[in-house]
């Protein structure tokens, strides 16, 4: 069974850091681009940030741009999300999400499996 499965999620201050993990079981994540997507309640889903297969190319949205860092371990099958200088309006169900192509691009209907998300918030 192909799962993706994030953590790392939680309540943070603002101004404050969280990492989130993409753990993949039932396959390698080698092969796949990964991207980060959240969603706010109210909001429609929006990408966060992706990284190509090797690692080398990375994007991430004009929001978040300087704050977050996407990075991948594939020895350990995981991709992280290092999100700094966390902000209210940060506060979202962050979703990652596997795209076959070794390419990223943050357009959801390229990705091919999606974790459950987890739950981040950032408040006083």
């Known amino acids: 069974q192909l799962r993706l499965v994030e953590s790392g999620g939680g309540l943070v201050q603002p101004g404050g850091s969280l990492r989130l993990s993409c753990a993949a079981s039932?396959?390698?994540?080698?092969?796949?681009?990964i991207g980060w997507f959240r969603q706010a309640p109210g909001k429609e889903r929006e990408g966060v940030s992706c990284?190509?297969?090797?690692?080398?190319?990375?994007r991430y949205g004009d929001s978040v741009k300087g704050r977050f860092t996407i990075s991948r371990d594939n020895a350990k099958n995981t991709v992280y999300l290092q999100m700094n200088s966390l902000k209210p309006e940060d506060t979202a169900v962050y979703y990652c999400?596997?795209?076959?192509?070794?390419?990223?691009?943050?357009?959801?209907?390229?990705?091919?499996?999606w974790g459950q998300g987890t739950q981040v918030t950032v408040s006083s």
């Open positions: 990284i190509s297969s090797s690692g080398g190319l990375t």
């Open positions: 039932g396959f390698t994540l080698d092969y796949y681009a």
């Open positions: 999400a596997a795209d076959s192509r070794t390419m990223c691009f943050m357009a959801e209907r390229r990705y091919d499996y």
